[in-house]
């Protein structure tokens, strides 16, 4: 979860940063309405990178599945959204389809373990 957190926030930063960068880098041309989003979408992510490490480092064992949950959903959310988004096929989007994937895989994977770590404990 932290290493998801911290990409969030890193692209959170950027996109805020320098938004028509980031939409060049997508193959997404800028508006003032584009660039408005981006600077939304740009709180939304630093708000769930912290929330994440918030969440992974002090949450309680049934919290923090359900903030996994949530992850995973994102995850493989934003990779579906990324590759089926306007614009061109970027090097960056590809980036964003595939480390999405991965993490999304990731948690599906650890969120069964984790829950039976839990079980056991208990």
């Given amino acids: 979860m932290v290493l998801a957190a911290i990409i969030f926030l890193i692209n959170g930063v950027a996109l805020l940063i320098r938004p028509a960068d980031c939409m060049d880098a997508l ?12 600077h939304m979408t740009a709180l939304v992510l630093v708000a769930l990178g912290i929330h994440q490490v918030t ?3 002090h949450a309680a064992d049934p919290a923090f599945k359900r903030a996994a949950i ?6 493989f959310g934003f990779a579906g959204i990324a590759y ?7 090097t960056l989007r590809w980036l964003i389809v595939v480390i999405s994937s991965l993490l999304g895989l990731l948690y599906a994977i650890t969120l069964p373990i984790k829950s039976i770590g839990i ?4």
């Fill in 27 to 38: 193959g997404i041309a800028i508006s003032p309405e584009l660039q408005w989003l981006c």
């Fill in 70 to 75: 949530m992850s995973l959903l994102i995850e």
């Fill in 119 to 122: 079980q056991e404990e208990s």
């Fill in 84 to 90: 089926s988004g306007p614009g061109e096929a970027t």
């Fill in 55 to 57: 969440t992974s480092r």
